[in-house]
């Protein structure tokens, strides 16, 4: 078992530029969950998704928006990336949203 | 909104001491999980305390849940440099169901 994977691992993007991250996961989760981690501020929720079909906003949800593919992948998407989106995002999943949550290894984004 | 406070923010040990991370919520919790990330890693979990008042111990490290299950904290016994890492709390108060969590304590440890 791969566990939680995304890609990519590192990205550099200037202002106003778009990209996907991509988060997979093998474990037959049902939620899914992204997070952005800056330092000093711990994890913030951006968006989850408690079960295939269905996604919420987290914390900080602006500038971002999700796509819950099937049940194995939950994907980020910047539309217009801002420098203050320059942050490490992790991915994570669970059985049930009440439940442990199992980290992917985090994509780290700097937006110039 | 839910809120969940941890302190400190860093803790510098020498090998040998003992460490300990306090964590506070802003509302009554229905359970409370334990996150470590190493430098550069991702977070993994630990452990969750749901029972008012639950102390739980995995070797060198003790976990308590508070009486009114507002607080937890993690104490390390006679810290390793294999502790070194951040430390997170996550707490979830009831009906809410997302996980909040703390700001992380980084605790390092000098050989």
């Known amino acids: 078992n791969a566990g939680v994977t995304q890609t990519p691992k590192f990205q550099v993007l200037k202002t106003g530029q778009s990209m996907t991250l991509q988060c997979a996961q093998d474990m037959n989760h049902n939620s899914m969950y992204w997070y952005r981690q800056d330092p000093g501020m711990g994890l913030r929720l951006i968006y989850y998704?408690?079960?295939?079909?269905?996604?919420d906003k987290g914390e900080v949800p602006n500038g971002y928006n999700v796509s819950r593919l099937n049940k194995r992948e939950f994907s980020l998407r910047l539309e217009s990336a801002a420098p203050s989106q320059t942050s490490v995002y992790f991915c994570a999943s669970s059985f049930w949203s009440q439940e442990t949550q199992y980290f992917g290894p985090g994509t780290r984004l700097l937006v110039l | 909104g839910q809120q969940v406070m941890q302190i400190p923010q860093y803790q510098h040990v020498q090998e040998g001491e003992d460490f300990t991370t306090y964590c506070n919520s802003s509302t009554t919790l229905s359970n409370i999980q334990w996150y470590k990330q190493r430098p550069g890693g991702h977070p993994v979990f630990l452990i969750q305390?749901?029972?008012?008042?639950e102390v739980k111990k995995q070797k060198r490290l003790t976990f308590q849940f508070g009486e009114a299950k507002k607080n937890s904290s993690l104490h390390i016994t006679a810290t390793q440099t294999t502790d070194v890492g951040t430390y997170f709390c996550a707490g979830r108060s009831g009906g809410y169901n997302k996980l909040i969590f703390g700001a992380g304590t980084r605790l390092a440890v000098h050989p």
């Open positions: 998704s408690a079960s295939e079909g269905t996604t």
């Open positions: 305390l749901v029972k008012s008042g």
